[in-house]
Every structure is written in structure tokens, then in C-alpha cells.
């Protein structure tokens, strides 16, 4: 197995991608313990998905590990996530305002390690406390989305809007922009009850999520997420979503299955670690 060097130590040694997905999978071990214990459906999301379906576990070139829920499982993920083990905490708007609110819904961090991100546009800038810097998995939040695009759509390009001075303010002058955040959250509660009204059954990335195009591309019905189905992965089993050729369709293209060129199998998350 080819090996992807992410860092090389001044003693010579060096830290490899498949370092970190051993970190990362005792982590999502005990997440999913957790969650199963309290009922919690959750399904990997994105690469992890596809790294479960064609290399049942990580794909061996990817450096992070992202998971899925719904938005009206998220009150009872954050009582559940209060019971992970002692070495984890996790960060979100709802228990640190200083949290950036177009990252991911969720980051669970394990102490005691160190990650710098590659993308500095969504820097976390919850600091000062153990583990606060440590590798994370990220947690999604999939809430209602139409398929009528002009559903919502003054909340959407508010939203647009709104991300400027959220990312100057909290990642160039080191403001904490709190009632901005606070109206980009405000902003994505409001699209997804519009899009219930219209009665849709899709869900899809929550609006605070802006990065893939201003319509959501990932849509998906909830019938097609759930229930999760369990599938190998590495040396033991994770959930995926319940139609997952479907979804993988939707979210990589019909050749999900395939290779991409050697020159795109690359780690693209990290730019510095300590385990």
C-alpha cells in the first residue's frame, strides 16, 4: 500500500495518512457506540461513505472523517455527544459562540493531539482550552431543502451575503461576530421551514453549509438515508446511508466506483499534525 506522507518529525520519523485513519477510526468507534446507545441514527458522509462502499474503510488517501444526521435528531446528538469519553470534547455554536458557524455543524476532537487545517477560510476559533486544536471528526446536519429553487431564495443569498464580513471579522481581524453568526443560523432555520411548507421530502446540507453552489446539490429523499445500513469497514462495521448506490450516485456521479487519476489521490486536509 502506497504510503502518504503528511509530515516528517525532526528525529527522521514520518506521520502518513494511515496514521491518522487509525486515529480516526478508534474515534468513530466510540462514537458509534455512543450514538447506538442512544438511538442516534448517523451515517458517513461523503468520502467516508465512499470509502466504506469502494475500499470498505478509509479511501487510502483521504485524512478526515465526516458523519451525517438529521436536523431533528440534533438536540438529542448533542446530549449523547456529552457522554463520549473523557479524552473528547466537541465544539459547536450551540456550547461556544466563538465557533464558526460555516464549518461544519459539529467538530468532536480528540485531546491531545494537535491539527492545523489546510483551509484557512474556516478557521475554529475555539481556543484556550484542552484538545481544543486536537483531529476531529466533522458532523453534518442534513435539514429540509426544496427542489423548487426559488423557495427561500431571499434567505439564501442572505446568507451569501452575510458570509463576507463573517469571515473577515472572525478570520482577518479576529472579531467574534456573534450576531452575525447568529443571523446566518437564523437564516438557515428560516429556508428549512419554508421548504417543509412546499412539503418537500428531500434533506440536504443546512443552509449555513454555502461551499458546494448556491442551490444545494446534494439532495436527498429521507427514505434514501435511512435506516442506515452497516457495512464493513476496516475491522469493523459503520453506517451508511440505507440507499447508498443512490446517494453516492448523486454525490460522486455514476463511475463512484472508479479511481480518480493518481495525480488527485492526495491528502488535502492537513497541513500540520501531531498525534
Known sequence: MEQYVLKENPDGSVITVRDVQNVLLSMLKDVDKVLKEYSIPYFLNGGSALGAIRHKGFIPWDDDADIGVLREDYDRLLEALKHLPDKYLFQCFENDKRYNVLIPNIKIRLKGTYLEEANKLLSNRCTGYEGCDGLFIDIFAYDSVSLNKMTGIGYRI?????????????????INPVHIKKLIVWNARRYARAARKTNTEYVGF????????????????????????????EDTYLPVPNQYDVYLRRYFGDSYMQF????????????DIRL
Open 158 to 174: 442572505a446568507n451569501y451575503l452575510l458570509m463576507v464580513p463573517e469571515i473577515i471579522a472572525d478570520n482577518y481581524l479576529h
Open 206 to 233: 443546512e443552509l449555513t453549509w454555502l461551499w458546494n453552489g448556491f442551490y444545494p446539490p446534494y439532495n436527498f429523499t429521507k427514505e434514501e438515508l435511512l435506516p442506515v445500513k452497516y457495512v464493513p469497514f
Open 260 to 271: 480518480p487519476p493518481e495525480n488527485k489521490r492526495f491528502a488535502k486536509h492537513i497541513t
